[in-house]
């Protein structure tokens, strides 16, 4: 992995160029225009026809249109994404676009205005209109759907008001200045009603009926999905493949030989992983430049990390650059200091994240130990090479304190989140790459707020969810940048969950790719989607 030098060396660029963006990434969420050069670019060399296959770690459970998880390349919500289409979906400039729908406009965060196409209709003849869409934002809002979006829609479906059938507004209870961004992660596919009421209440039996670019021809369960374009999409004349697959493989060294024979298209995943592989004939990468965290979670309702202590002495007693270097083989991460980093305008120096200091968490130990507290971890992560290394290296340096003591448990991929966020059966889960955020919101509430999505470890702050929920209720950026000072104050004090690195996202992918437009948190627009006769993939 010499090369991977290179990595380590243009990681100030690629942050650069990162921090250039997230001046706009955290920013506002009202919709406006189609105006990025991405759209226009992504057509220039546009070709018709063909196939294309991408790489996908896991496979979809079923096809209910309410059931997202995900915001990353290859994951469940591109296949959705595939029928369905995003109703509207964040850009790389932090701005709410127009999808499915037209336009979801606020002046005041607090009434939004969602205006849908003419003329759109599901692929069974119904019209994708009004009363479809406030269908199924009834129906991921009923707990019964077990929707994870379910307590965020719930909290304002009461409000919603349909002026005319391409015309919905929504009244919030509060403002929220990221409902946009938050409906384009959290709730943004629509299903034809018809089919979701055929299927009733078996999820199994829902039949993917959508108005997206892609219709589904084929589902061999846990190996590969394939789809044909939907010759009646709205925006002619996308899509522009007449095929697009997915292949389902877990192994991130076999993801990659699939690509580099010429067995896939992409893959995303981090250069760590590709190796010489980069280089390989007939292949680039392709950066999605936005900011996430690596992260694990601390069980903050049982086990020793309960006590503030444990958590102090934790972040004491493991060096972070170092933990990064065994995870990916590669030096030159930075410590992030905090939840933002430096590419973010909200990024500060007053409120840090302890530091590695092996004396002082040997003190904490010791005193937990005094106090018939003694520190016992169960670290339950993924059974890849990449954390296994992680978990090993955990493992070593915690065991060579006194009054410490961790236990290992490594899962398929498929378990973790059962095992992590269902089950609460961990005291450090360690969920793999980064957690991708295109904003502050959703995102930073998912994980740090009471009964957040993505609040594995169950962290509760009265503090820290009325913060969030300043930050949100304004459209003033100066009263934005004053209320996550205080979140970053709390986060620096609870310590809700252990940040050990930062990082982007990269495709692995055939030189002749093109139509690479990314949106949430990577998940690729695919109606854009082409492959070139010759090389044509921007790096």
């Known amino acids: 992995m010499n090369n991977l030098t290179t990595t ?5 660029a690629r942050m ?8 706009a990434l955290l920013g506002t969420s009202v919709l406006t225009g189609m105006t990025s050069n991405a759209f226009a670019q992504a057509d220039e060399q546009a070709v018709s026809g ?3 296959t991408i790489i ?4 979809i459970k079923s096809w209910d249109p309410a059931i997202t998880s995900g915001t990353f390349p290859g994951g469940p919500m591109d296949q959705l994404d595939s029928v369905y289409g995003f109703l509207v979906y964040v850009d790389l400039e932090g701005k709410v676009q127009g999808g499915m729908a037209e336009s979801l406009t606020s002046d005041d965060a607090k009434v939004w205005t969602l205006k849908l196409r003419p003329n759109v209709k599901f692929t069974d003849g119904n019209p994708y209109d009004a009363e479809a869409v406030v269908y199924n934002w009834k129906r991921a809002a009923n707990p019964d759907t077990l929707a994870p979006a379910q307590p ?27 409902f946009g961004s938050t409906v384009a992660q ?3 596919f629509v299903a034809s009603p018809a089919a979701l009421e055929a299927a009733g209440s078996d999820k199994a039996a829902i039949k993917p009926v959508g108005a997206g670019p892609f219709l589904l021809e084929s589902w061999d369960q846990g190996i590969s999905l394939s789809f044909k374009r939907n010759p009646d999409y709205w925006d002619q004349p996308r899509p522009y493949l007449d095929t697009l697959k997915f292949a389902i493989i877990p192994e991130t060294n076999s993801r990659i030989s699939t690509v580099v024979q010429g067995g896939a298209q992409m893959m995303a995943g981090y250069p760590y992983q590709f190796g010489a592989n980069a280089e390989a004939p007939g292949v680039t990468t392709h950066e999605i430049p936005i900011p996430g965290l690596y992260r694990a979670y601390f069980n903050q309702v049982a086990g020793s990390f309960t006590d503030h202590r444990a958590r102090e002495a934790f972040y004491h007693a493991v060096d972070p650059a170092r933990l990064m270097q065994a995870y990916t083989q590669v ?19 007053e409120y840090t994240l302890p530091t590695y200091d092996p004396d002082k968490a040997q003190e904490l130990f010791n005193e937990l130990a005094a106090d018939g507290k003694p520190f016992k971890m169960k670290l339950v992560t993924y059974s890849n090479s990449d954390l296994k290394r992680l978990a090993s290296y955990l493992q070593q340096v915690l065991s060579a304190y006194e009054n410490v003591e961790v236990e290992l448990e490594l899962v398929d991929q498929a378990m973790l989140k059962p095992q992590c966020q269902t089950q609460v059966n961990f005291d450090l889960c360690v969920d793999g790459g980064v957690l991708v955020a295109n904003g502050a919101e959703p995102i930073i509430s998912n994980l740090l707020k009471t009964g957040g999505v ?19 209720a304004t459209m003033d950026q100066a009263q934005v940048k004053v209320a996550y000072l205080d979140v970053q104050k709390v986060v620096a004090e609870d310590l809700p969950l252990y940040i050990f690195g930062s990082e982007t996202r990269y495709l692995l992918l055939r030189d002749n790719t093109g139509g690479i437009v990314p949106s949430n948190g990577g998940i690729l627009q695919k109606q854009y989607l082409y492959v070139c006769e010759d090389a044509c993939a921007a790096k």
């Not at 650069?16 to 001046?23: K, N, V, Y």
């Not at 304002?156 to 403002?175: F, H, Q």
Request: charged share 15%; hydrophobic share 35%.
């Open 8 to 12: 380590s060396k243009s990681r100030a």
């Open 16 to 23: 650069g160029r990162a921090a250039a963006l997230a001046l």
């Open 50 to 52: 063909g196939e294309m």
């Open 56 to 59: 996908a770690g896991s496979d």
């Open 152 to 178: 965020f829609v719930s909290s304002w479906i009461d409000g919603v008001k349909i002026i005319d059938p391409l015309t919905i507004e929504i009244t919030l209870p509060t403002p929220n200045r990221n």
């Open 186 to 188: 959290s709730a943004p």
């Open 331 to 349: 030096d030159g991460y930075v410590t992030p200091t905090n939840y933002f980093t430096e590419a973010s305008p909200y990024y500060q120096t």
């Open 454 to 472: 993505d609040n594995w470890g169950q962290y509760s702050s009265e503090a820290m969810d009325g913060y969030l929920n300043a930050a949100n």
